[in-house]
């Protein structure tokens, strides 16, 4: 079994996902070798002169549906006997950081981008292991989606973050969100840096902070702050 995370990004718009995990953190880490992500354009498996992906719903109904032959051909080419198949769906389960964490531990992931009304269902019920939802809102396609999960899952992945406790100190670290955060200069326009961050006394800084995340995170998300374990 492969010791690097390797991902197959299924999608109508490589591109997009191209431009998106070439930069920053992610595309060092691609770089580096700490994980190999594939974007690969789903109409490489349609067949015929027009490589069609889609088509009308049966029974009615507005938009277009992605057709069974295509996914089938694409995954079942791809997918190897650890392979875990990832639908990025709005009605799949929530991505929080436990999971984005376990999935940093597969060495395989094929990512489908739902498009259109989304997929055959068949495709779901017979390829499918896992579905997955970044938030209660619908994309225009699941190609950022598949992105985002392929963001929040690197960072748990050794040596991709420059530095490791960002981990613990970014939102939701031990299910709170995220500190204050000042730079110089200490003062700006009239608005002072607290003067705890100034003292040098870590264990101060320490409390400080601790107390920031408690009070952001009942003020902001009361659901994760008194239901830690759904974060």
């Known amino acids: 079994m492969e010791t690097t995370l390797t991902i197959d990004l299924l999608t109508l718009f490589p591109g997009m996902a191209r431009g998106y995990l070439d930069e920053s953190i992610i595309g060092r880490a691609i770089k580096r070798g700490l994980l190999t992500v594939h974007a690969r354009n789903i109409r490489d498996w349609a067949e015929g002169k027009h490589k069609i992906t889609d088509d009308r719903p049966f029974g009615g109904g507005a938009g277009m549906v992605m057709k069974p032959e295509p996914l089938f051909g694409a995954i079942e080419s791809l997918r190897r006997a650890h392979s875990q198949v990832i639908y990025l769906a709005p009605d799949g389960e929530k991505l929080t950081p436990l999971l984005a964490e376990d999935l940093s531990r597969s060495s395989h992931l094929i990512l489908l981008s739902g498009h259109y009304e989304g997929v055959d269902q068949r495709v779901r019920d017979c390829l499918v292991d896992r579905e997955i939802s970044i938030g209660?809102?619908?994309?225009?396609?699941?190609?950022?989606?598949?992105?985002?999960?392929?963001?929040?899952?690197?960072?748990?992945?050794?040596?991709?973050?420059?530095?490791?406790?960002?981990?613990?100190?970014?939102?939701?670290?031990?299910?709170?969100?995220?500190?204050?955060?000042?730079?110089?200069?200490?003062?700006?326009?009239?608005?002072?840096?607290?003067?705890?961050?100034?003292?040098?006394?870590?264990?101060?800084?320490?409390?400080?902070?601790?107390?920031?995340?408690?009070?952001?995170?009942?003020?902001?998300?009361?659901?994760?702050?008194?239901?830690?374990?759904?974060?």
Not at 155 to 179: C, H, M, N, W
Request: glycine content about 8%.
């Open 136 to 231: 209660d809102y619908v994309l225009t396609n699941g190609t950022v989606a598949a992105c985002v999960v392929i963001d929040a899952l690197a960072r748990y992945i050794p040596g991709v973050l420059g530095e490791e406790k960002s981990l613990t100190q970014d939102s939701f670290g031990g299910r709170l969100l995220a500190f204050p955060q000042f730079t110089r200069p200490a003062e700006f326009r009239g608005m002072r840096v607290p003067e705890v961050l100034l003292s040098g006394n870590h264990a101060e800084i320490a409390a400080w902070r601790l107390a920031q995340r408690r009070k952001k995170t009942e003020t902001r998300r009361p659901d994760i702050f008194h239901n830690p374990s759904e974060s």
